[in-house]
């Protein structure tokens, strides 16, 4: 089966433009999930989706991220507008179904490299 | 807390020797999954190895095992054999009950020939 797709992998932007990324899950994976990956650090989640539904995005800056999910399967992640901190790998996976409900696999894609200059 | 601790950020093995990475983690559910994810330079993430809480057996998938010691709260990562191809960041995480993954903050793993 195709894997997580993300694009691009890499973009430069200035502080205060806007970026967005692309996320194709894995077919018939109901749960996408945005992570976050500071250099150095573990992913951290920025939020959830089941279906097209959010269970979680209680740590997605609000004021300048947003994400969607178009017809519970293809997600978008926007930051606008940027800072530096923002720096970072933002990562997209999938899995089957609801975290817990199943054995719990997360499949990654390849991860796409925000700087922020 | 729900957390999740690596203690050893950067860790070297020989070609062909044992290297053992370790986690401790904290919760107060009583059944959760462990598991370790692989990250090697530039590309994806992958799941190495799942244990579940409430099984005793420690989990093994060929050349990789655990030592899941629930009451220490500890899920160590053994890989025998080491290769170069074992090269990467590991990173331990669990699900607590049926909530979010929680990801500790890697340890970087370099095999040397």
């Known amino acids: 089966e195709a894997g997580v797709a993300q694009s691009p992998r890499y973009k430069i932007i200035e502080k205060r433009q806007s970026v967005a990324f692309w996320c194709n899950p894995i077919?018939?994976?109901?749960?996408l999930y945005w992570y976050q990956q500071i250099l150095g650090q573990g992913p951290k989640l920025l939020i959830q989706?089941?279906?097209?539904?959010?269970?979680?995005d209680s740590q997605l800056p609000k004021d300048r991220f947003s994400a969607e999910r178009l017809k519970g399967v293809d997600s978008t992640l926007k930051i606008q507008p940027a800072k530096l901190e923002d720096s970072a790998v933002y990562l997209c996976?999938?899995?089957?179904?609801?975290?817990?409900?199943?054995?719990?696999?997360?499949?990654f894609g390849e991860g796409s490299r925000l700087t922020v200059l | 807390a729900q957390t999740v601790t690596q203690s050893q950020p950067e860790m070297s093995v020989q070609e062909a020797e044992t290297v053992t990475l370790s986690c401790t983690y904290d919760?107060?559910?009583?059944?959760?999954?462990l598991f370790w994810y692989k990250q090697p330079p530039s590309r994806q993430m992958i799941l190495v190895i799942r244990?579940?809480?409430?099984?005793?057996q420690n989990a093994t998938e060929n050349r990789f095992s655990v030592n899941f010691q629930k009451a220490a709260k500890s899920f160590s990562l053994k890989i025998s054999d080491s290769q170069l191809g074992d090269t990467a960041m590991y990173f331990c995480?669990?699900?607590?009950?049926?909530?979010?993954?929680?990801f500790g903050t890697g340890t970087r793993l370099k095999v040397l020939a």
């Open positions: 996976a999938s899995s089957r179904g609801a975290t817990g409900s199943n054995t719990g696999e997360l499949f």
């Open positions: 077919s018939g994976h109901a749960t």
């Open positions: 989706f089941q279906n097209n539904g959010v269970v979680d």
């Open positions: 919760t107060s559910e009583s059944n959760y999954y």
């Open positions: 244990q579940e809480a409430y099984k005793q």
């Open positions: 995480a669990f699900i607590p009950g049926t909530y979010k993954y929680i």
